[in-house]
């Protein structure tokens, strides 16, 4: 088994850019996540999916993010514009049934 | 103004000695929870997870501990190695399948 798969890995953006980061989340899996990581607020839950159905996206920060899952093999997270402030990491974890997620290795994210 | 980023609990402890990482939760209505370990550049990876009906599971060097009265989990490492050297988190499954990640505690092994 692969592990959830996450690309980009590094992500340079000018400011006001679309970004799109893409997790594949591991075969089987009914539940999606997308976190965000950065240094003063730690790991936080933006939004997660259950059989491709987003369910609690109460973690968006703003409008200007926005996730899908077209199929169970896919996800996107888009930030359009892109400011310096969503610099960070981003992380997409999937899990069978909602426990004991596996976590992906992050896009890191800059915005300049 | 300057922003301040979290300032992490660190342990720093010899090889071979005993960890003991602590955590305490927020919501008493938690059922489920999970430490995780995140080495430098990495994603979290689970380590050992323990349901609400219980107080203590073990795993390969791990120990979980959970005391539900005063809303605490602890993470017991033993024969510590210098791999281990990671932040570890606590998270507990709050809402619906919403798994809330605490701040972390950075682990060192001295070798």
């Known amino acids: 088994d692969a592990g959830v798969i996450q690309s980009p890995r590094h992500e340079v953006t000018e400011m006001g850019q679309e970004v799109t980061l893409r997790c594949k989340p591991i075969s089987g899996h009914d539940y999606l996540f997308w976190y965000r990581q950065t240094m003063m607020r730690g790991l936080e839950l933006l939004i997660y999916?259950?059989?491709?159905?987003?369910?609690?996206d109460s973690g968006m920060p703003e409008d200007r993010f926005s996730a899908k899952m077209p199929n169970a093999s896919f996800s996107t997270l888009k930030i359009q514009p892109s400011e310096p402030r969503d610099s960070a990491v981003y992380f997409c974890?999937?899990?069978?049934?909602?426990?004991?997620?596996?976590f992906g290795s992050g896009t890191r994210l800059t915005v300049v | 103004g300057e922003s301040v980023g979290l300032h992490l609990p660190t342990l720093s402890v010899q090889e071979g000695d005993n960890s003991i990482i602590n955590c305490a939760y927020s919501n008493s209505a938690s059922d489920y929870f999970i430490w995780y370990k995140q080495e430098s550049g990495k994603g979290p990876q689970f380590i050992i997870d323990?349901?609400?009906?219980?107080d203590k599971r073990q795993g390969q060097r791990v120990t979980v501990l959970l005391n539900k009265t005063v809303k605490h989990l602890s993470l017991q490492i033993a024969a510590t190695q210098p791999g281990d050297s990671a932040v570890y988190f606590c998270?507990?499954?709050?809402?619906?399948?919403?798994?809330?990640f605490g701040e972390g505690t950075q682990l060192t092994v001295n070798p």
């Open positions: 998270a507990e499954k709050t809402s619906g399948s919403r798994l809330t």
């Open positions: 974890a999937s899990s069978l049934g909602a426990d004991g997620y596996t």
């Open positions: 323990i349901r609400s009906n219980m």
């Open positions: 999916f259950n059989n491709n159905v987003p369910i609690d």
